[in-house]
């Protein structure tokens, strides 16, 4: 199947117009860790596996309309380390993803995240087959004692762990396409954290730091847009409705990632 078959069965013909505002990506406060995963990432690295879990009820979205989500995020993450050969495998069905069953809790402290992370974590990060962990819960964040109930997704700082609130994401829209392509910009837009972008473990090459929003691109049809991992993804996808292919990442953030 080609790319541009899926992104025209994703995207064509329909019409963003949802309003996702004041959903948002919450980067972790960094961590002054000496331990970062991005500092390993690019040395010695031949392979990096995207292991992913899932709470029950949380599963990941795998296809809409017969074509295979996961191509998206694959794609994007293989396009983006090629500059630095480092080849990405990526899950594309439950059966190759880890079911959690039913956790204890409804909603998840960043200390919550981690614990689970560690239990579903396959690898040291110090050789040279790396693991980045994709949590899919079945609940909330809970930061500072508060249910965040608009925030996407959550990199803890300085690790390979990212933690996606599906409640956030069936409720980010009444379209079924639209949900199915918020998961997967959200999921690549918090990869894209884990791998040092914007400017925090790899160092910019161009001016298109968002420091104003943390670790951001300023570029707003780059994926690592705030507002893109945020969720206010509706004039964003409308490039997708338009244009030919499924490239996530914009040219500046690629061009750090080669320089790196
Ligand atoms: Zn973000
Ligand atoms: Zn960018």
């Known amino acids: 199947m080609?790319?541009?078959?899926?992104?025209?069965?994703?995207?064509?013909?329909?019409l963003w117009v949802v309003c996702l505002?004041?959903?948002?990506?919450?980067?972790?406060?960094?961590?002054?860790?000496?331990d970062r995963f991005v500092d390993y990432l690019y040395e010695h690295t031949t392979t990096l596996e995207l292991i992913i879990a899932y709470e029950q009820g949380a599963d990941p979205y795998t296809s809409f309309g017969g074509f295979d989500n996961w191509r998206i995020t694959d794609y994007n993450?293989?396009?983006?380390?090629?500059?630095?050969?480092?080849?990405v495998k990526v899950p594309h069905v439950l059966d190759s993803m880890k079911s959690l069953g039913v956790l204890a809790?409804?909603?998840?402290?960043?200390?919550n995240i981690i614990d689970i992370a560690a239990?579903?974590?396959?690898?040291?990060?110090?050789?040279?087959?790396?693991?980045?962990?994709l949590l899919f819960l079945n609940g909330y964040l809970i930061k500072d004692g508060v249910i965040e109930t608009r925030v996407l997704g959550l990199t803890?700082?300085?690790?390979?762990?990212?933690?996606?609130f599906k409640p956030v994401i069936s409720a980010s829209s009444s379209k079924e396409a639209e949900k199915n392509m918020v998961e997967q910009s959200t999921v690549t837009h918090e990869i894209g954290h884990v791998l040092g972008l914007v400017n925090n473990g790899v160092p910019t090459t161009s001016p298109h730091h968002d420091q104003a929003n943390g670790a951001h691109c300023s570029n707003a049809s780059c994926v690592m847009y705030w507002k893109n991992g945020a969720g206010e993804v509706a004039q964003?996808?409308?490039r997708?409705?338009?244009?030919?292919?499924?490239?996530?990442?914009g040219e500046q953030c690629m061009a750090d990632i080669k320089a790196k």
């Open 119 to 133: 239990d579903v974590q396959r690898y040291s990060n110090k050789d040279s087959v790396k693991g980045i962990v």
């Open 77 to 87: 993450l293989n396009q983006l380390l090629s500059a630095q050969n480092i080849p």
């Open 21 to 34: 505002t004041q959903l948002s990506c919450r980067k972790d406060v960094p961590a002054a860790s000496p």
């Open 105 to 111: 809790q409804n909603n998840y402290t960043r200390q």
């Open 240 to 249: 997708f409705t338009r244009g030919q292919d499924i490239t996530l990442f």
């Open 236 to 238: 964003y996808i409308d």
């Open 156 to 164: 803890i700082d300085g690790s390979a762990v990212v933690a996606i």
């Open 2 to 14: 080609d790319l541009k078959r899926l992104h025209n069965t994703l995207f064509g013909g329909l």
